[in-house]
């Protein structure tokens, strides 16, 4: 219906850290995570943290990656098309032949591991794959994202998530803030946020009211 269940702000430039602040605020707002609830994020929150963060928290999740939401690629990459024997610890191609394990190496430009598997043919490495963690969960959400099911529920978002934002930008010409220090811009989110919440609350009471046959100018909360 429009409200906001939790907000923040940040100065990181990426969006990726403040998923999972942001769900457990929401969590502790409304009491509890609320059973088939389609949840909505835009590419921006697409990291394998927040994936397995999502996955564990029972979470029907929604978010495309990169190339889904820039519309490169409509179908999986390459490694999507590997299946992954964790057992042996391989991935498998369509053709039978597998991918062994090499060697694990860290990634500080993006703070995280990643390990690197060869394909052999005549003992000569024909191809290598760099594979960060979560690769499964990551898979599962790719395909998701990709089936037409999956495509209807992102589409939500448009419906639910952005029109809010533009309200407050547009409508109440929330552009700017009117002071500086991250605790005070805070305060005031959070009041531009708690005015938003007020104003739908009144239209649905308003909205109530008239349809039980009273006064339409009746106005109250």
């Known amino acids: 219906n429009g409200f906001i269940l939790a907000n923040d702000v940040s100065q990181d430039t990426i969006d990726n850290y403040q998923l999972q602040p942001q769900i457990i605020q929401t969590e502790m707002n409304i009491g509890k995570i609320p059973n088939n609830c389609h949840w909505n994020f835009d590419n921006g929150y697409y990291g394998w943290k927040n994936?397995?963060?999502?996955?564990?928290?029972?979470?029907?999740?929604?978010?495309?990656?990169?190339?889904?939401?820039k519309k490169r690629n409509k179908k999986s990459n390459y490694q999507d098309t590997l299946d992954y024997n964790?057992?042996?610890?391989?991935?498998?191609?369509?053709?039978?032949k597998e991918f062994i394990f090499q060697y694990q190496s860290f990634d500080r430009t993006k703070d995280r591991v990643q390990?690197?598997?060869?394909?052999?043919?005549?003992?000569?490495?024909?191809?290598?794959?760099?594979?960060?963690?979560?690769?499964?969960?990551?898979?599962e959400m790719k395909i998701k994202m990709r089936t037409e099911e999956g495509r209807a529920a992102y589409k939500i978002r448009a419906q639910t998530v952005e029109p809010v934002i533009g309200d407050l930008k547009e409508n109440k010409l929330i552009i700017n803030f009117l002071t500086r220090s991250l605790e005070t811009v805070r305060t005031e989110f959070n009041i531009a946020s708690i005015g938003h919440n007020l104003n739908k609350i009144w239209i649905q009471k308003h909205k109530k009211k008239k349809d039980m046959g009273h006064n339409k100018n009746n106005l109250f909360l």
């Open 51 to 69: 994936i397995i963060f999502l996955k564990n928290k029972n979470i029907d999740a929604y978010i495309p990656d990169q190339e889904l939401a």
């Open 115 to 139: 390990r690197v598997y060869v394909l052999k043919e005549n003992n000569q490495i024909v191809k290598t794959i760099k594979v960060i963690p979560a690769y499964t969960e990551r898979k």
């Open 86 to 96: 964790s057992d042996k610890d391989l991935f498998t191609t369509q053709e039978g």
